[in-house]
C-alpha cells in the first residue's frame, strides 16, 4: 500500500508540478461509438484515425487546430484556417469524461525551453501554416513545435506532414523514444462505451 502511494505522488510530481524543465505531449486518442451505445454517444471529428495532440509547458497547453472549426481539403496560402491556441480548464488523468490519453514527459534544457518559448511567441503572432487535410494538423503542427525546440529532428514541411500526417503516428514514434531513454509515460484508459484507437 506504502509502495502504491509512494507512486501515485512521484507520478503526481512529474504531471503536475511547475517544474519547467520538461514538455509534457499528451495524445488523445481518436475513437467511435461501441455499437450499443451509438444512441448516446457523438460521432467525433476523425473517427477511430482522429484524436488531438497538445503540448504542455509550465502548466500551459497549448495545441494547432482550426480556427472555428473551419478548415481545408489542402493548404490555402491566403485564407488560412490554421490557429494555434491556449487550451483552459482540460481535465487529463483521472477525468470525468474518462477519455484515453496518453502523456509523455520529455525532459529539455533551458536552453530547449527557450527555444519553444519563441516559437510559441511567434507562432501566436502569426499562425505559420494552414489546418487542411492534407497538410498541417494537430500531430505535424506538434512536431513542427517540438522540432523548434530540438527535442525531434527538423525536416521539411513535406517531411513534417508525411511523418505525423495523423496523432497515432507521431505517438508511437514517442513512445519508442520514451521506452529508450526512459522517459515517464502515464496511460489512462477511456470508458467502455467508445472504440478506442490502439498504439
Not at 525531434?152 to 495523423?166: A, H, P
Request: hydrophobic residues 40%.
Amino acid at each position: 500500500m506504502f509502495r502504491l502511494a509512494f507512486l501515485f505522488l512521484f507520478l503526481s510530481h512529474f504531471l503536475f508540478a511547475t517544474d519547467s524543465l520538461f514538455v509534457k505531449v499528451h495524445f488523445v486518442y481518436g475513437s467511435k461509438p461501441v455499437k450499443a451505445f451509438k444512441a448516446i454517444e457523438p460521432k467525433l471529428f476523425g473517427g477511430i484515425h482522429g484524436g488531438h495532440v497538445y503540448l504542455e509547458v509550465n502548466q500551459k497547453i497549448i495545441s494547432f487546430g482550426t480556427n472555428n472549426g473551419k478548415w481545408h481539403v489542402f493548404p490555402h496560402k491566403s485564407k488560412s484556417a490554421g490557429k494555434y491556441r491556449v487550451d483552459k480548464n482540460l481535465a487529463w488523468h483521472g477525468d470525468t469524461a474518462k477519455k484515453k490519453i496518453t502523456t509523455i514527459l520529455i525532459p529539455i534544457s533551458e536552453e530547449q525551453l527557450l527555444k519553444f518559448k519563441e516559437a510559441e511567441i511567434k507562432y501566436f503572432q502569426e499562425t505559420p501554416y494552414d489546418y487542411a487535410f492534407i497538410g498541417m494538423r494537430c500531430a505535424a503542427g506538434a512536431y513542427d513545435m517540438l522540432s523548434k525546440a530540438e527535442v525531434c529532428k527538423r525536416k521539411s514541411r513535406f517531411g513534417i506532414i508525411s511523418k505525423n500526417f495523423y496523432p497515432k503516428r507521431l505517438r508511437v514514434k514517442l513512445l519508442k523514444r520514451a521506452k529508450k531513454e526512459n522517459w515517464v509515460v502515464v496511460k489512462q484508459e477511456g470508458r467502455k462505451s467508445r472504440k478506442w484507437e490502439r498504439d
